[in-house]
């Protein structure tokens, strides 16, 4: 799982822009693109970006983590 990508397809599934995502988040454009381009970003940071987008990114962690235990 690559979570700036994850992130990434889910703004542009909601028709977000990285503009809207920076100003909902308090930062810049820059640092949005950033984290996006990241395959790990802080748990803190990502329980922002999952509350602000609506989805359970670390569900989704945890799903790949059980899945790579029991294979």
């Given amino acids: 799982m690559n979570i ?23 930062c810049n454009r820059a640092a949005v693109y950033r984290m996006m381009g ?18 359970n990114f670390f569900r989704e962690l945890s799903a790949e983590v059980d899945k790579r235990l029991d294979g």
């Fill in 38 to 55: 990241k395959s790990s970003i802080d748990t803190a940071m990502l329980r922002r970006v999952s509350l602000l987008l609506g989805r």
């Fill in 4 to 26: 700036g990508q994850d992130i990434r397809d889910e703004l542009a599934r909601q028709e977000r822009t990285v503009s809207w995502m920076a100003k909902k988040l308090g």
